[in-house]
Structure formats: structure tokens, C-alpha cells
């Protein structure tokens, strides 16, 4: 006989009884899908909010690195144009 703890067998069945009432009932499962897809889009904006949030000091860091790239590259375009308009 195997040693079945407390916990585990509390999570049996509850994940029995869910699986039971997805399989029988077709609300339950659309429920239980749209529940799981607002989970999911909730932790992808959580997750963008964090990667993209500018009070995140990383954030901020890549934010100033490539602001300052694209400054450097803006500026030798108009130092080039420059130098081609006084030549002309």
C-alpha cells in the first residue's frame, strides 16, 4: 500500500473534483478556460509592466543607453549633412 500524506491526498481531490466537473459540465469548462486565459493575460501585464515600468532602475539604465545611442547616431547624421552643405 502506498503512504499517501495529508496534503497530497487533500490536492487529489480537489484537482479530482475540478477535472470531474470540467469533463461533465460544458460551463464549467468554458468557465475554468476564460478563468485560466485572465490568470495568463494578468501575469503577461505584470510581467510587461515590470520590464517596462521607468521607475525600475534597470529600466531607466537601458532607457539611457539607447537614448544615447540613438544621439550619437543623430548627431554624426546631421554633422555629416552639415559638412555636405558648406562644401556646396
Do not use: C
Amino acid at each position: 500500500m502506498v503512504n499517501v500524506s495529508s496534503p497530497f491526498a487533500i490536492w487529489f481531490v480537489l484537482f479530482a473534483l475540478v477535472g470531474y466537473f470540467i469533463v461533465t459540465d460544458q460551463n464549467v469548462a468554458k468557465a475554468f478556460y476564460y478563468v485560466l486565459e485572465l490568470l495568463y493575460v494578468r501575469y503577461r501585464r505584470t510581467m510587461w509592466w515590470l520590464i517596462h515600468n521607468p521607475s525600475n532602475p534597470i529600466v531607466k539604465w537601458m532607457m539611457y543607453r539607447k537614448n544615447l545611442k540613438l544621439a550619437k547616431e543623430l548627431r554624426a547624421k546631421i554633422d555629416k549633412k552639415l559638412a555636405e552643405n558648406k562644401i556646396q
